[in-house]
Nanobody, 129 residues
C-alpha cells in the first residue's frame, strides 16, 4: 500500500519560508513520480512541484519557479518542499501525491492532479500579508 503523509504547514508572514515534508512508504521510489499540489478555497487543485523518482528530474510551474525547491531523501523516504519568498497567494492546503511513472512527461503529470493515484492528507499553509 502506498502511504503518504504530509507535514510542516503553518502560518508565516509574506516573504518568509516553510519546509513541507512528505513521508512515503509502501512503494519503490524509483518507480514513481511524487507531486506536491495545493488547493486554495474556491480554486482547482494545482501542481506546484513534481519529482521523478527514476532520475530526480523536477518540474515547477512559473508561479513558484525560483521560490520552491523539491528534494528527496532516500534514506528517510521523504520528499521535501522548501518554500521561500512566500506570498499571500501561496495560501492553500498542500498535498503530496504519488503515481507510478518512468519519469517521462513530468510536466504533463504535474498539470493533471487526477493522474495521481495516491494522496496524503493535506497540510495548511497560510501566508499573511
Amino acid at each position: 500500500d502506498v502511504q503518504l503523509q504530509a507535514s510542516g504547514g503553518g502560518l508565516v508572514q509574506s516573504g518568509g519560508s516553510l519546509r513541507l515534508s512528505c513521508a512515503a512508504s509502501g512503494f519503490t521510489f524509483d518507480d514513481y513520480a511524487i507531486g506536491w499540489f495545493r488547493q486554495a478555497p474556491g480554486k482547482e487543485r494545482e501542481g506546484v512541484s513534481c519529482l521523478a523518482g527514476s532520475d530526480g528530474t523536477t518540474y515547477y510551474p512559473d508561479s513558484v519557479k525560483g521560490r520552491f525547491t523539491v528534494s528527496n531523501d532516500k534514506v528517510k523516504n521523504t520528499v521535501d518542499l522548501q518554500m521561500n519568498s512566500l506570498k499571500p497567494e501561496d495560501t492553500a492546503v498542500y498535498y503530496c501525491a504519488a503515481v507510478r511513472s518512468d519519469g517521462n512527461w513530468l510536466e504533463s503529470l504535474c498539470s493533471f492532479p487526477t493522474l495521481f493515484a495516491s494522496w496524503g492528507q493535506g497540510t495548511q499553509v497560510t501566508v499573511s500579508s
